[in-house]
């Protein structure tokens, strides 16, 4: 049995100062929990919906029975099944529908299917993380902003009660040849500290492109932590710079899975967070699993 030492988690009180806060927002659940079916499910009610409506609208009209040409509806489900089944995550529920039609049928359906956050999105890192918890949503950097450095949130040992370990990874945001800096979290965690900021060298341009995570893996212990520790790297989207940026304050359990990098010419803009709610006092708490992250041109 776990004797869990965990309190109930409270809100953590709101930051002041120079740097902004950039809170993600909110997604339906489904979204959260990385449900595929749920996105898919709902795409194809509104396409039911919008030609059932498309239909009633001729009918109106020409005042006689109507029948759709499915064969001309120009996006089809099985891209948007695709497209969902690669980033789910990255989905929001802002969804549009275009008609076309005359008098006598509907001729086409184009169904739109929209992305947060940044207009120069080039691809996600997914590197090793933890099996526990749900995706919390992402947070961006603002437009025309990169990660240069981070601050992570981590439990010291307990003794001999539960480890929670990592519990939660900020990014610090900042544009080239300015000092403007904004802080994103995609979810804050709820114990542990703060430790100190680890950044680039933001005189040559550099951004953080690397991500990876070291994990304790659920080997039949009653108690294991999951995420431990963070580290990335950095380059001005060409050249990188040697070693590892990594903060002091990592968790000691665990090993270093597999990294992800950006591809060349961009840079980490965005962060979603893998996090295994509060367990209860007599559970396990894992707390951070990992995260997944946005990669902007640079």
């Keep these: 049995m776990i004797f869990n030492n965990k309190t109930t988690p409270q809100l953590d009180e709101k930051e002041t100062g120079e740097i902004h806060t950039i809170q993600s927002s909110s997604l339906y659940k489904c979204i959260l929990r990385n449900k595929r079916k749920c996105i898919i499910s709902t795409l194809l009610i509104i396409l039911a919906i919008t030609i059932w409506t498309a239909a009633l609208l001729t009918k109106k009209e020409t005042g006689k029975e109507t029948s759709l040409a499915i064969s001309d509806i120009s996006t089809t489900i099985t891209a948007m099944t695709t497209e969902a089944a690669v980033t789910t995550e990255l989905l929001t529920t802002t969804i549009s529908a275009v008609i076309t039609t005359t008098k006598a049928s509907v001729t086409s359906i184009t169904i739109k299917v929209s992305f947060p956050g940044r207009s120069d999105f080039t691809s996600e890192l997914r590197p090793t993380v933890g099996l526990r918890g749900d995706f919390m949503g992402y947070a961006y950097c603002p437009a025309n902003t990169w990660a240069y450095g981070f601050q992570q949130r981590v439990e010291p040992p307990q003794g001999g009660n539960d480890d929670s370990a990592l ?5 610090f945001c900042r544009g080239k040849n300015v000092a403007d800096s904004y802080t994103i979290s995609s979810y804050d965690g709820l114990w542990g500290d703060w430790g100190d900021s ?29 995420a431990n520790d963070f580290r990335s790297r950095c ?5 990188n ?15 270093w899975l597999l990294g992800a990098a950006c591809k060349s010419g961009s840079a980490i803009c965005g962060i979603n967070t893998r996090f295994e709610a509060y367990q209860g006092p007599t559970a ?10 946005g990669c902007c041109s640079l």
Excluded: K
């Design 284 to 293: 396990d708490d894992t707390a951070m699993n990992g995260a997944f992250f």
């Design 167 to 171: 519990n939660a990874v900020r990014l």
């Design 198 to 226: 680890v950044s680039c060298n933001t005189t040559n341009n550099d951004f953080i492109y690397y991500a990876m995570f070291r994990i304790e893996l659920a080997l039949g212990i009653n108690d294991y932590s999951s």
């Design 241 to 255: 710079s040697s070693g590892y940026l990594q903060a002091a304050n990592g968790g000691q359990w665990g090993f």
């Design 235 to 239: 380059w001005n989207g060409t050249t």
